[in-house]
């Protein structure tokens, strides 16, 4: 599975600690084979999208529009075979001849833009974290201070240095413990996996396996990989947990790299600066945004991978989001792209803890307010109520007194109604998947987040969970829409969204990341409900004319 770190890219590890607590042993999707009923479970009926039906019984020889969305994101791999003919192709653009014939100021940006770059066709993805940056850039200056001879102004900013400091060293004694801790075992697993290669000679099945009897020297070896895979677990499993928290030390919780001054040089500070970047829009690690392009609109019905929401799509592929926080900069400079360059729905799936230069990412999100361009945002994976915890970006911020007209911010739904619990212990999660941010106020809906089959890189396709998959299904409902209904605002279509949701709202659940207590579902977001393609069709036919 791909290891999305941070935010809305790490629930499959928060989802996996209860599973080490049974098993002692990591969660991974790579040892698991799908269950044909998993790949389009969330175009189905239930707690799905109904998406199938109203194709099916709606919207059957109606003609569409096709439709521009912009993903600002990891990357996307544009030459996957099931987003042929999906993909956003800038008709002004000469490809390759290294001039910005349009004059946007983004040379040969073909299929979008990748925020994450140089000139040279260099680019960053291991990054750091918010709160190892403010501490670099603090740390020279309060490492010594004396806090009652600091002025009004830097005792602020020095609250903040004490903040991110003890983040930070907790953070880093949590991952360099995974680590030690998994050491030994990952040894013996590397030892086992080798011995048994070469006896196979390349890779083995567990039926190969269970032939091996008590008299070979391998026995135990083979033992001990039918018991992980009994438990879905593997060898690799083990080995991209370790890694992972290895990634956290060296990147993600270390002040002292800095690879975008390396690579790119620009202030991140400065706004009107925006000659960097290039334009490989796929970069070195697509997998996250490939996902989430192949839930909007992977090709429907042509029996390979999944389909996706949106049947008429064009797919701009912006890349601003690392393996690590992303920068303001990066995110306000992306929406501006998007909304320069034609998209009416942008799908965000991503959040960051600190936003240092917040009031650059508000003016671009009103930039695409007043274009009525729409934003869908991911909540977030760290199953805390984002009312009472800023997620940036946010669909309000300290400063504002309403929230922005075109956002939508989407928390993660399941398969399942209802969840298992045994011996306090979550054995399912119930219809709020538990890694699902919430907030009564901030987060607007809820969309199908679990056990998602999508697209990754290179042909391929992987089952994933998060926030950052139930984004996607709400930006699909908004292209097919307007591919649809083009007379609507994209404004409107987020109101015809947000009432057309199959509703929830007294049916109680466990309040996310606690198995202890219950909480109705509309205490979760505004609208109580989880968004409904059929619904929200029928819904825009009755006022469409």
Same mark, same amino acid.
Request: negative net charge; glycine residues 8%; aromatic residues 10%.
């Given at each position: 599975?791909?290891?999305?770190?941070?935010?809305? *890219?790490?629930?499959?590890?928060?989802?996996?600690?209860?599973?080490?607590?049974?098993?002692?042993?990591?969660?991974?999707?790579?040892? %698991?084979?799908?269950?044909?009923?998993?790949?389009?479970?969330?175009?189905?009926?239930?707690?799905?999208?109904?998406?199938?039906?109203?194709?099916?019984?709606?919207?059957?020889?109606?003609?569409?529009?096709?439709?521009?969305?912009?993903?600002?994101?990891?990357?996307?791999?544009?030459?996957?075979?099931?987003?042929?003919? %999906?993909?956003?192709?800038?008709?002004?653009?000469?490809?390759?001849?290294?001039?910005?014939?349009? @004059?946007?100021?983004?040379?040969?940006?073909?299929?979008?833009?990748?925020?994450?770059?140089?000139?040279?066709?260099?680019?960053?993805?291991?990054?750091?974290?918010?709160?190892?940056?403010?501490?670099?850039?603090?740390?020279? *200056?309060?490492?010594?201070?004396?806090?009652?001879?600091?002025?009004?102004?830097?005792?602020?900013?020095?609250?903040?240095?004490?903040?991110?400091? /003890?983040?930070?060293? *907790? /953070?880093?004694?949590?991952?360099?413990?995974?680590?030690?801790?998994?050491?030994?075992?990952?040894?013996?697993?590397?030892?086992?996996?080798?011995?048994?290669?070469?006896?196979?000679?390349?890779?083995?099945?567990?039926?190969?396996?269970?032939?091996?009897?008590?008299?070979?020297?391998?026995?135990?070896?083979?033992?001990?990989?039918?018991?992980?895979?009994?438990?879905?677990?593997?060898?690799?499993?083990?080995?991209?947990?370790?890694?992972?928290?290895?990634? %956290?030390?060296?990147?993600?919780?270390?002040?002292?790299?800095?690879?975008?001054?390396?690579?790119?040089?620009?202030?991140?500070?400065?706004?009107?600066?925006?000659?960097?970047? @290039?334009?490989?829009?796929?970069?070195?690690?697509?997998?996250?945004?490939?996902?989430?392009?192949?839930?909007?609109?992977?090709?429907?019905?042509?029996?390979?991978?999944?389909?996706?929401?949106?049947?008429?799509?064009?797919?701009?592929?912006?890349?601003?989001?690392?393996?690590?926080?992303?920068?303001?900069?990066?995110?306000?400079?992306?929406?501006?792209?998007?909304?320069?360059?034609?998209?009416?729905?942008?799908?965000?799936?991503?959040?960051? +803890?600190?936003?240092?230069?917040?009031?650059?990412?508000?003016?671009?999100?009103?930039?695409?307010?007043?274009?009525?361009?729409?934003?869908?945002?991911?909540?977030?994976? /760290?199953?805390?109520?984002?009312?009472?915890?800023?997620?940036?970006?946010?669909?309000?911020?300290?400063?504002?007194?309403?929230?922005?007209?075109?956002?939508? /911010?989407?928390?993660?739904?399941?398969?399942?109604?209802?969840?298992?619990?045994?011996?306090?212990?979550?054995?399912?999660?119930?219809?709020?998947?538990?890694?699902?941010?919430?907030?009564?106020?901030?987060?607007?809906?809820?969309?199908?987040?679990?056990?998602?089959?999508?697209?990754?890189?290179?042909?391929?396709? +992987?089952?994933?969970?998060?926030?950052?998959?139930?984004?996607?299904?709400?930006?699909?409902?908004?292209?097919?829409? *307007?591919?649809?209904?083009?007379?609507?605002?994209?404004?409107?279509?987020?109101?015809?969204?947000?009432?057309?949701? %199959?509703?929830?709202?007294?049916?109680?659940?466990?309040?996310?990341?606690?198995?202890?207590?219950?909480?109705?579902?509309?205490?979760?977001?505004?609208?109580?409900?989880?968004?409904?393609?059929?619904?929200?069709?029928?819904?825009?036919?009755?006022?469409?004319?």
């Amino acid at each position: 599975m791909e290891i999305f770190l941070i935010s809305q *890219k790490n629930s499959s590890y928060m989802k996996m600690k209860h599973l080490l607590l049974l098993a002692l042993f990591p969660f991974s999707l790579y040892a %698991q084979k799908v269950d044909s009923k998993l790949i389009n479970w969330y175009n189905g009926t239930g707690t799905g999208l109904s998406t199938d039906i109203a194709y099916s019984k709606i919207l059957v020889g109606k003609n569409s529009k096709p439709v521009i969305v912009a993903i600002i994101d990891s990357g996307v791999d544009i030459e996957h075979e099931d987003l042929k003919g %999906q993909i956003w192709i800038n008709e002004d653009e000469i490809p390759g001849n290294k001039l910005d014939d349009d @004059n946007n100021g983004y040379i040969d940006d073909v299929n979008g833009w990748n925020f994450l770059g140089n000139s040279d066709g260099e680019n960053i993805n291991d990054v750091r974290l918010g709160e190892a940056r403010i501490y670099a850039q603090l740390h020279e *200056k309060y490492n010594t201070a004396t806090y009652d001879s600091l002025s009004s102004e830097d005792k602020i900013e020095y609250d903040l240095y004490v903040e991110v400091s /003890e983040k930070l060293e *907790k /953070e880093r004694a949590v991952a360099q413990k995974e680590v030690d801790d998994y050491a030994d075992i990952l040894k013996v697993l590397t030892a086992s996996n080798k011995k048994l290669k070469e006896h196979f000679d390349g890779d083995f099945s567990i039926k190969q396996l269970k032939k091996l009897n008590k008299k070979s020297p391998l026995y135990k070896d083979a033992k001990l990989m039918i018991r992980l895979n009994k438990f879905g677990f593997d060898y690799l499993s083990i080995k991209e947990y370790v890694n992972y928290y290895q990634d %956290q030390l060296a990147y993600n919780y270390n002040p002292s790299i800095d690879p975008r001054a390396e690579v790119i040089g620009d202030d991140p500070s400065d706004f009107e600066d925006k000659n960097y970047g @290039n334009n490989n829009v796929e970069g070195p690690d697509a997998g996250h945004g490939t996902h989430c392009a192949g839930i909007i609109g992977a090709l429907r019905g042509n029996e390979i991978g999944n389909d996706g929401v949106a049947g008429n799509v064009q797919i701009m592929s912006i890349r601003a989001v690392p393996n690590g926080d992303e920068w303001d900069k990066d995110i306000a400079l992306s929406i501006r792209y998007a909304v320069d360059n034609g998209a009416q729905v942008v799908n965000m799936s991503f959040g960051k +803890e600190y936003s240092p230069y917040k009031e650059g990412v508000i003016e671009a999100i009103k930039y695409a307010e007043k274009n009525g361009v729409l934003l869908i945002h991911a909540a977030g994976n /760290e199953s805390i109520d984002i009312d009472a915890i800023k997620n940036y970006p946010t669909p309000m911020y300290p400063s504002m007194t309403d929230k922005f007209s075109n956002w939508i /911010e989407v928390g993660a739904s399941t398969r399942f109604k209802d969840p298992k619990v045994k011996k306090g212990v979550l054995k399912r999660d119930g219809l709020a998947a538990d890694f699902s941010n919430y907030g009564a106020n901030n987060v607007d809906v809820f969309a199908p987040g679990f056990d998602i089959y999508s697209t990754i890189p290179d042909n391929k396709y +992987e089952l994933s969970d998060g926030t950052s998959m139930a984004a996607p299904m709400v930006t699909g409902l908004a292209a097919l829409l *307007k591919s649809y209904y083009p007379k609507f605002t994209m404004l409107e279509i987020r109101e015809i969204i947000l009432e057309s949701v %199959q509703e929830f709202k007294d049916y109680k659940i466990l309040l996310p990341g606690n198995v202890d207590k219950e909480i109705k579902f509309g205490k979760l977001c505004v609208t109580g409900g989880v968004i409904n393609v059929y619904n929200a069709v029928l819904l825009a036919e009755k006022r469409y004319n």
